[in-house]
């Protein structure tokens, strides 16, 4: 990968797939070897996403590297004017979190020649393709994609199931929801199950 390029070109590199499928782990692993080279990096994660620490990103298997903590693109953009015009490296873990916006700040940073590196899901817990990642994945230059492994089953995972009370979630249930406990599985097609309100 990348053996022939113009040093002046920037890129977008996307990490996906689905919960639990090593997405953090895989940008970490890249951020760690840029840093080892002293290259010019920043990383941004969604203040929203506070899972262990506020300002680094956490992989579930606890691989630290520093992040920059940012609730809105408009934060992100004032960030790289101010403090990080010189990076040559710009990670966005959870690219999800940001909305349809993060697709054009991705393309202009790309435009300036830096390499953009995104991780985040590609369905949502029905399935489908989530925002923003379904335009990343077309804009993109590189793309890897992750499985994990079905939690029930055993095969290779591409969805993630997400359960309200330990039971399968409804196809309505609001995306992000309040209050009720919620939680995750990464599952294969087989396994993977939406319910719809009003069948068994
Ligand atoms: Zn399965």
């Known amino acids: 990968m990348k053996l022939f390029y113009n040093e002046n070109s920037g890129w ?8 639990f499928s090593g997405k953090s782990e895989e940008l970490i692993k890249r951020f760690r070897r840029l840093k080892y080279a002293n290259r010019k990096i920043v990383i941004f994660k969604h203040s929203s996403d506070s899972r262990y620490d506020e300002s680094k990103v956490a992989s579930h298997s606890l691989n630290f590297i520093e992040a920059e903590a940012v609730s809105s693109i408009f934060e992100m953009e004032k ?21 349809d916006e993060i697709v054009d700040f991705c393309e202009r940073l790309a435009d300036l020649g830096k390499r953009v590196i995104v ?50 979630a409804y196809s309505d249930d609001s995306i992000v929801k309040v209050g009720a406990a919620e939680s995750y599985e990464a599952r294969c097609r087989k396994c993977h199950v939406v319910r719809i309100r009003g069948e068994k």
């Open 79 to 99: 960030l790289m004017k101010e403090k990080y015009s010189d990076v040559e490296v710009v990670g966005i873990d959870e690219v999800q979190f940001f909305g």
């Open 119 to 168: 991780a985040g899901l590609d369905q949502d817990f029905k399935g489908d393709p989530f925002k923003p990642m379904d335009k990343l994945l077309a804009k993109a230059e590189f793309v890897d994609k992750f499985n994990a492994i079905c939690m029930v089953c055993g095969s290779p995972a591409s969805r993630t199931q997400r359960l309200v009370d330990g039971e399968p």
């Open 12 to 19: 977008i590199e996307v990490i996906t797939g689905s919960m």
